[in-house]
């Protein structure tokens, strides 16, 4: 499979919004608007970029990080807050590519390491992390304030 990594564009949104569901089939669509503005603004703020890797025209994984300062690493830290591949391309080298690149900007914006948080069921997902070099380290919290 032929495909290329490149940094966000709003007009890869319509590729990137569907492959959300596949990280939470049973949770119902996500609003396309907010995540749209979303989306948008992380194009546009400097200390966030996402990637997309697309074969032709077609979206098929997409990576959002954001550089966030870390006491604990004496610096800053980048952050994954999103990752997914189009299921039918996992296995394929896309996630590998995706990690390769994020590490390589994150390098570059002088991070000291990467971080991630995936959710229990996505066991797929947690091998591939550990076999892309990261460890299990840490429960994450979490509270809506909504």
Known sequence: MEYGISFTSLRD?????????????????????????????????????????????????????????????????????????????????????LVGAVRSEAKARGCAGLELESSFHRTGAHAFYERAGFTRFAYTFRMDIS
């Open 13 to 97: 949104f319509d590729g990137i919004y569907p492959l959300f569901a596949q990280l939470w089939p049973n949770a119902g669509p996500k609003d396309y608007d907010a995540m749209r503005r979303t989306t948008e603004r992380i194009i546009a703020r400097p200390d966030e970029f996402s990637l997309v890797a697309k074969s032709g025209d077609d979206v098929i994984g997409f990576v959002s990080c954001s550089v966030v300062s870390s006491p604990w690493h004496c610096g800053t830290k980048c952050c994954l807050t999103a990752m997914v591949v189009d299921s039918n391309c996992r296995g394929a080298g896309v996630g590998a590519a």
